[in-house]
């Protein structure tokens, strides 16, 4: 009954317009910020130990631009209940298409790899679009079922197929010799009996998963990293696809982990209000 009611309530809110969903978020951001404060303890300290270089005013006006962006985030991902494929197409456009599709053309897995920037909930419908070929979409498991499963239906409207970050493996073995792309948001917080990898990723000793990395080398997949940005227009996002990585084979250990963290960590730094400061990323520290 918990996932019927939610269900039924984002399908309820989906239907609104754009215009009225983004004066939601326009309440939402005054709440947020400065009425209840979501995280803000987590947010200021993130953004003191990535930018020591920058002045408090800096800072601040970072936190701000972030907020601000959150809730449009929060409503747009709602709307993903009932948004239409032509109307994803509009909303999120490709710059170089090709750059994944001659991959899959050629007869390889790709090995995709993205963070939690911009609008990613979009890019999942949008990857989801541009191929026929099996799209798995590696994520962590919410503690609350409810919520996981109605989120991951919504994920999936579009042929994507959501597969829990310890399944993958299994999932890519049955799929040997049919090209597909497995994307991992890669900037999530591993356990310590998932990853004993450790990197300075902006400014900080960081613990990362070495899963992109190790999916690669096993499948000898190219890895693609999966550059989404926000437009000046509202609610207007791009995709561009990178290929870090042709040949894993080439790579020393850790270097494929390496060269994906740097990516997104210089993406994050051109325009760090888009990243998701609210996560606590940094929880995990060196054990002695």
Known sequence: MKQKALSALIYIISLLPYW?????SDGLYYILYYIIGYRKTIVFQNLENAFPEKSDAERLAI???????????LVESIKLKTITAAEVRKKMTL??????????????NVIGVTSHYANWELGIHRLSL???????IVYKPLNNKDIDTVYNTMRGRFGA??????????????LKGQPNVSMLVADQTPLYSDSDYFINWLNQET???????????????????????????????????VTLVEDPSEFA?????????RFAEQMIRENPEYWLWSHNRWKRKRRK
């Open 207 to 241: 613990l990362v998963y070495t899963g992109a990395e190790r999916l690669s080398r096993i499948s000898k997949a190219p890895v693609v990293f999966c550059y989404i940005g926000r437009k000046a227009k509202r609610g207007q996002y791009f995709c561009k696809f």
């Open 63 to 73: 936190a701000k631009k972030f907020y601000r962006f959150f809730p449009d985030l």
């Open 161 to 174: 197929e959501m597969v829990p970050m310890k399944q993958i493996l299994r999932h890519i073995v049955k």
């Open 130 to 136: 541009i191929t026929d070929f099996p799209t798995l």
């Open 95 to 108: 710059d170089n298409e090709e750059e994944l599709v001659r991959h899959l053309a050629s007869g390889k």
């Open 20 to 24: 009225f969903l983004y004066l939601i």
């Open 253 to 261: 250990e850790h270097e494929i982990t390496d060269l994906h963290n």
